[in-house]
Nanobody
């Protein structure tokens, strides 16, 4: 399994910037992709951005051009740089880690691990 810890959330004014981080530990050689989701009360969890083991990225239309997902050289920490923040970006941001048996290690297996989330609040 993989353990996931998010950090970096906080309060920021509209138009400002913030970077949240996600650190993974455990069977990190099996990680196929890392994602950022967000959720507000009463709404479904929404995929914000994805980065795969090969470096391919995906962004939701609502954040495209404003948010950037990146990864460190060890491929165990993923970052989400949020710029030009809007009040509607306010949410709990969750890191999701996907494992795959198709990775290089023979002992790899499929799994989905979630962090506890970090609160991002954007004031108007």
């Amino acid at each position: 399994q993989v353990q996931v810890v998010e950090s970096g959330g906080g309060l920021v004014q509209a138009g400002g910037s913030l970077r949240v981080s996600c650190a993974a530990s455990g069977d990190t050689d099996c990680i196929a992709a890392m994602d950022w989701y967000r959720q507000t009360p009463g709404k479904e969890r929404e995929l914000v951005a994805t980065i795969t083991s090969s470096g391919s990225t995906f962004y939701a239309d609502s954040v495209k051009g404003r948010f950037t997902i990146s990864r460190d050289n060890a491929k165990t920490t993923v970052y989400l740089r949020m710029s030009s923040l809007k009040p509607e970006d306010t949410a709990v941001y969750y890191c999701h880690v996907k494992g795959s048996r198709e990775m290089t290690m023979a002992t790899c297996y499929s799994f989905d691990s979630w962090g506890q989330g970090t609160q991002v609040t954007v004031s108007s």
